[in-house]
């Protein structure tokens, strides 16, 4: 076997030059990689799918904290908050009801809030990281979890209502749907709260935060008492709240009539919270 003269005189060089050669070849696949993920095509409506949509919904009722609060945690509060004022009325809407109604709010509320919420869990176990190398536009994937959360929240009012109906709170059908679609469209701007303050905070505070708050907004908002107890002042502020926006809408079919200004609030709110998800997103990606 012959040997060439100049690698057997210097070994190191020959050594050194295949170093090189690795390096160039490494370095060459890499550029090539990143020029594809530049030239590749972008998928219709921005990676958004059923498919995808239908596996983050069976994952979220996988978890057994998601279904605690999407099931339980409304129904103990109406036992507590409803039941009792059985029978009484407030102005001319049966008191029970406009409680139900409101807690069916706040259940949706925590139900999306808190399914939003859980992309914190996923930024710790670097699914955020992944999700940017792939086509699937910020926009898409908050839209998923918005739609997700709000399929959550559904189940909250039904179990609610279900609930409510029997323990002889009773109201006509029609208002009853009317109702519970007004709870589940509104509570959206909830879902994109919660994935907010999921790309905000990291994973052991971002539902506890998420739900204390929460449980103030809900307070002050009238979904707990009346908002007529609260100093004029307090009310006034209520107003601009997203708890109360929501609330009013959802028992306007109740009637009585209700604020307007509750529209204006929460598509504010929800372009508010949409806006900080899709910024909140991409500066947790940008670091890929």
């Known amino acids: 076997m012959s040997v060439r003269p100049d ?7 020959a050594a050194h030059t295949d170093s090189l050669t690795d390096t160039e070849t490494r370095t060459a696949a890499s550029a090539t ?4 993920l530049e030239n590749r095509r972008v998928p219709r409506l921005g990676g958004f799918s059923v498919t995808l949509l239908r596996l983050e919904l069976l994952r979220k009722l996988r978890n057994r904290r998601t279904l605690i609060f999407t ?6 509060f109406y036992l507590i908050f409803g039941l009792t004022n059985k029978g009484e009325m407030l102005g001319s809407t049966d008191a029970a009801l406009y409680i139900s109604v409101s807690l069916a709010t706040y259940g949706a509320m925590i139900a999306t809030t808190t399914g939003g919420a859980q992309v914190a869990i996923e930024r710790a176990l670097g699914w955020s990281r992944q ?9 898409a994937y908050i839209l998923i979890k918005v739609i997700v959360s709000m399929a959550l929240g559904a189940v909250s009012v039904i179990v609610v209502f279900v609930l409510a109906a029997v323990t002889g709170v009773h109201a006509p059908l029609g208002t ?5 679609l007004l709870v589940i469209l509104a509570s959206g701007v909830f879902a994109a709260f919660g994935v907010m303050l999921g790309y905000l905070l990291p994973a052991e505070n971002a539902i506890q935060v998420a739900s204390m708050v929460l449980g103030i907004l809900s307070l002050i908002g009238g979904l707990f008492v009346p908002l007529e107890i609260w100093p004029d002042t307090l009310q006034t502020i209520a107003r601009f709240t997203p708890a109360y926006g929501v609330g009013e809408i959802a028992r306007a079919p109740l009637g009585g009539g209700y604020d307007h200004w ?3 609030s929460v ?11 899709a910024w909140a997103l991409r500066r947790d990606t940008a670091r890929v």
């Open 262 to 264: 509750a529209i204006v």
């Open 131 to 139: 999700l940017a190398l792939t086509p699937l536009h910020p926009a």
């Open 176 to 180: 009853l749907i009317a109702s519970g």
């Open 33 to 36: 990689f990143l020029t594809s």
């Open 7 to 13: 690698t057997a005189a210097h070994p190191e060089s």
């Open 71 to 76: 099931m339980i945690m409304p129904a103990v």
């Open 267 to 277: 598509i504010v709110w929800l372009g508010i919270f949409v806006a900080g998800s």
